[in-house]
């Protein structure tokens, strides 16, 4: 299957000033694409040829799963983000929320510890298992929850080209930030 980016439901000015338009040009326009780009490089004349991106992740190993990985993490990421803020979990993620951490903000400080604790690159994970219970989980590089038969409800990229441009080393003020353009309407119907 040819794979290609997904269209963002924003402009890439649009998330200023917690992700500026040069970030997203990079990160969307060039790391992302890269990644799309060599996914459907390598699988050519491989048994992930006509796969679906979900079974070569849970599959693959080796630059097939990470330019997959990649590509499934960042599709997920960038449709989490909206720059209409004022959205809410529902109330069902709210009380799986309430029952993990006591509270929407105490979760939130330990999902940023997470993702600020996380040495070099990779993704702090909210997933929930087969019975619908919450755990905040960190993946190094390309990890993806999918390969623990979880399931992702919600992911921060701490890559530094995620930041770099816009916070420097400042991973934990670029964290705090991604609070105020989180999609929580697309979160909650993924739970
Ligand atoms: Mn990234």
New binding site residues.
């Given amino acids: 299957m040819n794979f290609t980016l997904p269209e963002l439901p924003y402009a890439l000015n649009a998330l200023a000033p917690v992700i500026s338009e040069e970030t997203l040009n990079f990160?969307y326009g060039k790391?992302?694409q890269t990644y799309v780009t060599n996914l459907n490089n390598l699988i050519k004349g491989t048994e992930f040829e006509n796969a679906d991106l979900d079974s070569i992740v849970k599959k693959a190993d080796g630059p097939i799963f990470n330019n997959a990985a990649?590509t499934w993490?960042?599709n997920f990421?960038f449709l989490s983000l909206t720059p209409n803020n004022g959205s809410t979990p529902s109330a069902a993620l709210l009380k799986a929320i309430n029952a993990g951490w006591g509270s929407l903000d105490a979760f939130k400080d330990e999902f940023n510890k997470a993702a600020v604790s996380l040495f070099g690159s990779g993704w702090a994970w909210l997933v929930k298992d087969a019975d619908s219970k919450l755990s905040i989980v960190k993946e190094s590089n390309a990890g993806n929850p999918l390969t623990h038969g979880l399931i992702p409800i919600l992911t921060f990229?701490v890559?530094e080209?995620?930041y770099y441009v816009d916070y420097r080393n400042r991973r934990a003020d670029h964290v705090a930030a991604l609070w105020n353009i989180i999609d929580w309407d697309v979160i909650s119907a993924r739970f």
């Fill in positions: 990160h790391h992302h990649q993490n960042h990421y990229d890559w080209h995620a």
